[in-house]
């Protein structure tokens, strides 16, 4: 089993419409989350992080549920811009360093 | 800022060459990573430093040697290439605790190897 796992996707929607992608995680330990974004042929680079009591920035909500090994990302009112490939990832807190896990991502096209 | 940059942006490479990959952070961070993404296979970690003059190995470190020699570089060496080695390749910096989790990449290295 891999340690994260995502939906490859791509998901196709119509800009305006509300999209929602999942993750789970192998290792119950895992200290911290977060989502980035990596559009293509570009570097990775934070979306957000993923807080206990879920947390809003915007048009972006990420949700976490321990007791169940998975994290979500909800975009409402998709736009154009929000095409890329959306990382999940885990700091699983071994060995130090603040190593980071990731998923192999889920890719999101938007279109008119 | 630069923020965290990388050369060469492109390089093709025989097998059996060697090369250094140089990644430079101006944001005075601690830890520096680098990392190889393959299609179908994410961003997996080769080597990283949690300061000066310390290195260790990450996930698939076989193939690779590196070097953190000044706390704002850190060098990914190729002794013999192989096909294997056909990969994107991407430096990270972050600092150290949990505020530093977020680790800053820099826009990547495409290596063919033939």
């Known amino acids: 089993r891999k340690e994260v796992e995502q939906d490859p996707g791509p998901f196709n929607v119509p800009e305006g419409a509300t999209v929602a992608f999942n993750c789970t995680y192998s290792?119950?330990?895992?200290?911290?989350f977060f989502w980035y974004r990596q559009d293509c042929r570009k570097e990775p680079k934070l979306l957000m992080s993923?807080?206990?009591s879920g947390n809003e920035d915007g048009r972006f909500t990420a949700q976490l549920n321990r007791a169940s090994q998975y994290i979500s990302l909800l975009i409402r009112d998709s736009k154009l811009s929000d095409s890329a490939t959306y990382l999940c990832?885990?700091?699983?807190?071994?060995?130090?360093?603040?190593?980071?896990?990731f998923g192999t991502g889920t890719q999101l096209k938007v279109e008119l | 800022n630069a923020g965290v940059t990388q050369t060469p942006k492109f390089r093709v490479l025989k097998t059996g060459q060697s090369m250094t990959l140089l990644c430079a952070q101006d944001?005075?961070?601690?830890?520096m990573y680098w990392y190889r993404q393959d299609p179908g296979m994410g961003l997996r970690l080769i080597h990283y430093s949690v300061g000066e003059g310390t290195t260790a190995k990450g996930e698939v470190p076989d193939g690779y040697n590196v070097s953190r020699l000044k706390k704002q570089n850190f060098l990914l060496g190729l002794e013999s290439a192989a096909p294997s080695q056909t990969s994107v390749y991407f430096c990270a910096s972050s600092s150290p605790g949990r505020m530093g989790e977020t680790q800053y990449f820099g826009p990547g290295t495409r290596l063919l190897v033939l």
């Open positions: 290792n119950s330990a895992s200290q911290s």
């Open positions: 990832v885990v700091n699983q807190g071994t060995g130090g360093g603040n190593k980071l896990t």
């Open positions: 993923v807080y206990s």
């Open positions: 944001m005075n961070h601690e830890y």
